[in-house]
């Protein structure tokens, strides 16, 4: 079975698809018509569905709606070359996954199908879904979140996850609702920073028939979606001025109306809320309600970035390269100890996201079945970095000839507490302060680091 079909009565476009999604290694089935695809469904169910607005016969349109009743949960994406807004909003009417006007980036394209495969096998049926833990890491801050999951599993308090992007803060919040009282009801997650301004409020709260152009009927909206469970706000800090007041009152009040709705709606949900900004910056500047912030920064979970747990990378590659080869069918692919070495000093700025795409470019791309540094990929290995194990032993190098050429004395006494200084931030880093473990880390007995601290001025820090 083709998990993603595409429809278009244009054969360049169609032409495009085909070569993109060849390259990408992903599998596909293109229609010139809805009716072939309709005709098809019958007896075939796709993953995700990406569909022209405007072809002769039967439109988009037409074809979202009837393979919704046919497949509720199935992600459908609609392209058109009229960016309008009414055919923007008979998108979304019909619960289309995103709307994706014409000219299109072909490879943000591909990302948007690759989102949208990865929530049709998470909502889809057993045979398709991969099975995996919810989130996987050793280090110190990680074991922090899953203790802080564990605590947080009969509580009912709105949480806010920060972190940049990439750092898995949906997951975080999927975990969350597994583990809550409310794990049997619905997890209805948004990103307010992908749905255009002019529908997110329809988006979050539904709208009434008739409430303006085009609503030809009533639909629920996302916190209607979410009742008795979990609603995730993704990317909370861009949400417009307008929409925070709303949310706001929601928050406090407990209830909501429908766009052009009269009849207050009681909101049982539990809010999950995301954002990789510094929403503290962003109520300084104005940008961000300063109530609505405290609303929903009840708890706050900090996810660290993959730079700062590298002791993760190996576990993580290894996962993410097993899941990989079981999704394309193939056996999974095994890095050498040098490729391993290399991908653990990167910086990963894309962070765990990034690190997936490596390893299913690996899956596809890498010649054999062991992966070695040769075998990773060019923008990989150009950016890779420059320091090697005895660097930092030049730079101290380059450091004592600097003073001595300077003709200052007591070189030693001036070094010596940097050295300590930095190993002991990184050691307390490391460990999130926790003095004992980083004692442990740096051969120090508990008190001797204790002394250290106050000798060098690091209580504060």
Not at 159 to 185: F, M, N, Q, W, Y
Request: with cysteine.
């Amino acid at each position: 079975m083709s998990p993603v079909w595409i429809i278009d009565d244009d054969p360049s476009i169609r032409w495009v698809f085909e070569k993109a999604l060849t390259r990408e290694g992903v599998d596909f089935r293109i229609f010139s018509s809805a009716r072939e695809a309709l005709d098809a469904s019958r007896t075939q169910k796709p993953q995700v569905v990406v569909s022209d607005i405007q072809m002769p016969g039967d439109s988009g349109i037409d074809l979202l709606q009837a393979l919704k009743m046919r497949y509720p949960e199935l992600p459908v994406i609609i392209m058109t070359a009229y960016s309008d807004l009414e055919s923007a909003v008979s998108a979304f009417q019909g619960g289309a996954f995103e709307y994706l006007p014409k000219p299109f980036d072909v490879d943000h394209t591909i990302q948007l199908i690759r989102r949208a495969l990865e929530e049709s096998r998470s909502t889809g049926a057993p045979q398709e879904q991969f099975s995996s833990p919810d989130i996987l890491g050793k280090a110190a801050s990680m074991q922090g979140i899953f203790r802080a999951i564990g605590r947080l599993s009969q509580s009912q308090a709105t949480v806010l996850i920060t972190g940049e992007s990439g750092t898995g803060k949906e997951l975080v919040a999927h975990a969350l609702h597994k583990h809550s009282p409310r794990a049997d009801k619905p997890f209805v997650a948004i990103n307010t920073a992908a749905i255009p301004k002019d529908l997110l409020e329809s988006e979050l709260f539904g709208h009434e028939k008739g409430a303006f152009t085009g609503a030809q009927a009533l639909r629920r909206g996302r916190f209607e979606q979410a009742e008795a469970g979990t609603l995730f706000l993704d990317e909370i800090g861009d949400m417009p001025a307008e929409l925070q007041t709303r949310l706001l009152r929601v928050l406090s009040d407990g209830h909501f109306y429908r766009v052009g709705g009269h009849q207050p709606i009681r909101a049982n949900i539990r809010v999950i809320a995301a954002t990789h900004q510094d929403l503290e910056s962003r109520v300084k500047q104005g940008l961000f309600r300063e109530d609505l912030f405290h609303r929903l920064n009840v708890i706050r979970l900090k996810l660290p970035p993959l730079r700062e747990r590298r002791e993760d990378i190996e576990l993580l590659a290894r996962f993410f390269l097993q899941k990989s080869a079981k999704e394309l069918g193939v056996e999974a692919k095994k890095l050498s100890d040098a490729a391993i070495s290399f991908i653990g000093s990167l910086e990963f700025p894309g962070n765990v996201r990034q690190l997936e795409n490596l390893c299913h470019w690996l899956t596809v791309m890498a010649p054999g079945q062991s992966v070695d540094v040769s075998d990773l990929p060019d923008e990989i290995l150009e950016k890779a970095p420059s320091t090697g194990p005895a660097n930092w032993v030049d730079a101290l190098s380059s450091e004592a000839d600097f003073w001595i050429g300077k003709g200052e004395t007591a070189i030693m006494e001036r070094l010596t507490p940097l050295f300590e200084k930095t190993l002991i931030l990184r050691a307390l880093h490391h460990t999130g302060g926790r003095r004992i473990e980083a004692a442990a880390l740096l051969g120090l007995g508990r008190n001797t680091l204790t002394r250290k601290i106050q000798e060098l001025g690091l209580e504060e820090a």
